[in-house]
T-cell receptor, first 114, second 115 residues
Framework: EPEVTQTPSHQVTQMGQEVILRCVPI?????FYWYRQILGQKVEFLVS????????KSEIFDDQFSVERPDGSNFTLKIRSTKLEDSAMYFC????????????FGEGSRLTVL | AQSVTQPDIHITVSEGASLELRCNYS??????LFWYVQSPGQGLQLLLK??????LVQGIKGFEAEFKRSQSSFNLRKPSVHWSDAAEYFC?????????????FGQGTILTVHP
């Protein structure tokens, strides 16, 4: 069964460092998303991406965050200068079309900022 | 703004017992509702979804959910719980957008199953 894969599964970084979280969406999917879950809190939408550009973003997704689809398979989330409060589980998700079909999630990347 | 509330943070049931996980939503328009499950070390897996039509929705793994507009609820049920159902369960509503992928989640309910 096709799946969304994320790397790394866990990353520890120092405050102020840049972090790139990588995702390989399902191959025939066209819509891509990042969500995050701070420990003990709700899963929150960060950004959606379609046709090589951001289609929506939340107020959390400030200038420190960026997303990119550098090639035909990867979808990355970059945090330019990490803060302690960026520590969270980050989920990538993808979707085939813009209809009411299923959103497929990856297993998540846990980011710990020290 | 839309919101989802799962009143129970943690529920414990015995294997074979019935289960009901509560979900209440707040959304101005017709909601599109989901239940996801997350097992330890796994991603979020879709159990079932409601968009329109029959208000009783069947999902995978023997789960069902009933949409009740008058109560703004979308409770998840299973008649007989298995030990493998132990996981965290999330209710979510589509928060608008053009691709139905922008979800607002509840805080989750952790299910523990006793043998």
């Amino acid at each position: 069964e096709p799946e969304v894969t994320q790397t790394p599964s866990h990353q520890v970084t120092q405050m102020g460092q840049e972090v790139i979280l990588r995702c390989v969406p399902i191959s025939n999917h066209l819509y891509f998303y990042w969500y995050r879950q701070i420990l003990g809190q709700k899963v929150e939408f960060l950004v959606s991406f379609y046709n090589n550009e951001i289609s929506e973003k939340s107020e959390i997704f400030d200038d420190q965050f960026s997303v990119e689809r550098p090639d035909g398979s990867n979808f990355t989330l970059k945090i330019r200068s990490t803060k302690l409060e960026d520590s969270a589980m980050y989920f990538c998700a993808s979707k085939r079309g813009s209809n009411t079909g299923e959103l497929f999630f990856g297993e998540g990347s846990r980011l710990t900022v020290l | 703004a839309q919101s989802v509330t799962q009143p129970d943070i943690h529920i414990t049931v015995s294997e074979g017992a019935s289960l009901e996980l509560r979900c209440n939503y707040s959304y101005g328009a017709t909601p599109y509702l989901f239940w996801y499950v997350q097992s330890p070390g796994q991603g979020l897996q879709l159990l079932l979804k409601y968009f329109s039509g029959d208000t009783l929705v069947q999902g995978i793994k023997g789960f069902e959910a009933e949409f009740k507009r008058s109560q703004s609820s979308f409770n998840l049920r299973k008649p007989s719980v298995h030990w493998s159902d132990a996981a965290e369960y999330f209710c979510a509503v589509v928060a608008g957008g053009t691709s139905y992928g922008k979800l607002t989640f509840g805080q989750g309910t952790i299910l523990t199953v006793h043998p």
